[in-house]
T-cell receptor, first 111, second 114 residues
Framework: TQLLEQSPQFLSIQEGENLTVYCNSS?????LQWYRQEPGEGPVLLVT?????EVKKLKRLTFQFGDARKDSSLHITAAQPGDTGLYLC???????????FGTGTRLKVLA | NAGVTQTPKFQVLKTGQSMTLQCAQD?????MYWYRQDPGMGLRLIYY???????DKGEVPNGYNVSRLNKREFSLRLESAAPSQTSVYFC?????????????FGSGTRLTVV
């Protein structure tokens, strides 16, 4: 059974601070996605990474896929209250139609 | 575009009652999914439909049935609801034949079984 572990589970920081959240597995994934979910809504896709070592940037968010394609990280620079939410990673295998989700990191950015 | 539409948004059932959760997407996606989300458990796949006419079990299928009515619609049925099925249910769709495509989720159905 493929599992994705996310850390930390909870994170509360002040506006302007930097942070990194992690997504780790013992399994290899052909691609990995990051989502953000706000209360009362469904998750919204932020990025998909498919190549080992790949780095993608989305404004103040930087996503990295591990060289071995077993782990990923999300770094937020100068966090803002609008970044508050539940961050989920999801991994998929080659040729699969379904993704496995991690348990999430709940981020709160205080003004 | 509406994206993925789920109905109802909230529902309270008594143990043993049945109900169907409806989901429709207007993005012409081939694949559709039902997930449940519980505190500390993340999103767990109940059933999925890779394409119209096919359905497959996910991680937690017991107590549920699904119907892929057509390319747009994918319903989830609880035949005899149990308190353990209290959860938030999300429908999603995707075009995963394109590697970089992710899921588009609906806004969820919050179900309470008493």
């Amino acid at each position: 059974t493929q599992l994705l572990e996310q850390s930390p589970q909870f994170l509360s920081i002040q506006e302007g601070e930097n942070l990194t959240v992690y997504c780790n597995s013992s399994s290899v994934f052909s691609s990995l996605q990051w989502y953000r979910q706000e209360p009362g809504e469904g998750p919204v896709l932020l990025v998909t990474v498919v190549t080992g070592g790949e780095v993608k940037k989305l404004k103040r968010l930087t996503f990295q896929f591990g060289d071995a394609r077993k782990d990923s990280s999300l770094h937020i620079t100068a966090a803002q209250p609008g970044d508050t939410g539940l961050y989920l990673c999801a991994g998929g295998g080659s040729g699969t139609y379904k993704y496995i989700f991690g348990t999430g990191t709940r981020l709160k950015v205080l003004a | 575009n509406a994206g993925v539409t789920q109905t109802p948004k909230f529902q309270v059932l008594k143990t043993g009652q049945s109900m169907t959760l409806q989901c429709a997407q207007d993005m012409n996606h081939n694949s559709m999914y039902w997930y449940r989300q519980d505190p500390g458990m993340g999103l767990r796949l109940i059933y999925y439909s890779a394409s119209e006419g096919t359905t497959d079990k996910g991680e937690v299928p017991n107590g549920y049935n699904v119907s892929r009515l057509n390319k747009r619609e994918f319903s989830l049925r609880l035949e005899s609801a149990a308190p353990s099925q209290t959860s938030v249910y999300f429908c999603a769709s995707s075009e995963l034949s394109r590697t970089n495509y992710g899921y588009t989720f609906g806004s969820g159905t919050r179900l309470t079984v008493v």
